[in-house]
Each structure stands twice: as structure tokens, then as C-alpha cells.
């Protein structure tokens, strides 16, 4: 299963956590896609990746890449550093390699609502800022979409 984490500002004033509005999170994730790529300024983002195995709080692996994009559809990346399972960098290269691939296709890889159905699994606080994890699954069989299969059960969040 993949996961999405998803970075808020909101700090919750009671012990219980509710549910985001995942509608809302989605809405934000696709106004982004849908603007023209020509449009867009190049850019460079250092992501730091944990994959996780089931439940378990510690990451199994951590990986650091490098992101570059130059409209209106090269995509590039570098990893940075990786740590712990080298299962971690692996799967992380795959996902990357597609979402590479798919700056190229256009929408129909994209993570969207059009591709994938999510569900809000839980809250985490990796540091400072508050993120929701997702769960993320394809609504079609498509080698350009990635699958729980990809992932060999385990959790990503980036």
C-alpha cells in the first residue's frame, strides 16, 4: 500500500484526531496539477522518503533524493543518500522513475482522483509539521500507475 503524507498547519486543541477533510487535500493536490507546465518556473526539491513495514513506527529505510523539473514536462532526479534496507531505495527509484515517465504522458498517470481512490489512514508527526498519511489505490490495471504490488505491502510516506 502507498501512502501520501501530507504537510498541515493545524494544531489539533483536543486529544482526539479527526478525520481531514480529504476532499479538500485532494482538491489542493490536483489545482496544482492542472496548471499549464509551460507556465510553470523551473524548479529543484530535496524530498526525504521512510518506507515502513506494516504498522511499525521506525522507518526500515530513509531515502533522500533530489527533484529538478523544467517545464513543461523533464523531469529529473538524484538520490541523495539512503539509509537502512536498501529494499527502501529501491522501490523508491521505481516510484520516482514513473513519476518521471509520467511528467512526460500528462494526466493520465498523475495522482489524482482520476487514477486512484484514497483513503485518510492516520496523523503523524514527522518533526515540526503534522502530516495526514493516505492510502492509495489504482482504479485500473496500468503499468504507469503504481500498485500495492510495487510496493510489497509495505508504507511509504514522503
Known amino acids: 500500500m502507498a501512502t501520501l503524507a501530507s504537510s498541515s498547519q493545524v494544531t489539533p486543541s483536543t486529544a482526539e484526531i479527526k478525520s481531514p477533510d480529504l476532499n479538500l487535500i485532494l482538491q489542493g493536490l490536483e489545482d496544482i496539477q492542472h496548471q499549464d507546465p509551460s507556465q510553470s518556473r523551473p524548479y529543484e526539491v530535496t524530498r526525504e522518503y521512510k518506507v515502513f513495514h506494516g504498522n511499525n513506527k521506525q522507518p526500515t529505510s530513509e531515502v533522500m533524493a533530489q527533484i529538478n523539473f523544467v517545464p513543461p514536462d523533464m523531469k529529473t532526479y538524484t538520490i541523495i543518500q539512503a539509509r537502512g534496507h536498501s529494499r527502501g531505495e529501491k522501490m523508491v527509484r521505481e516510484l520516482l522513475d514513473q513519476e518521471t515517465e509520467s511528467a512526460k ?16 489512514l492516520r496523523r503523524e508527526n514527522f518533526g515540526d509539521i503534522p502530516e495526514y498519511v493516505l492510502g492509495i489505490f489504482p482504479k485500473r490495471m496500468d503499468k504507469s500507475l503504481f ?12
Open 105 to 120: 504522458k500528462g494526466p493520465s498517470s498523475q495522482i489524482s482522483r482520476t487514477n486512484y481512490d484514497f483513503v485518510f
Open 147 to 158: 500498485a500495492r504490488a510495487d510496493l510489497g505491502g509495505q508504507l511509504l510516506k514522503s
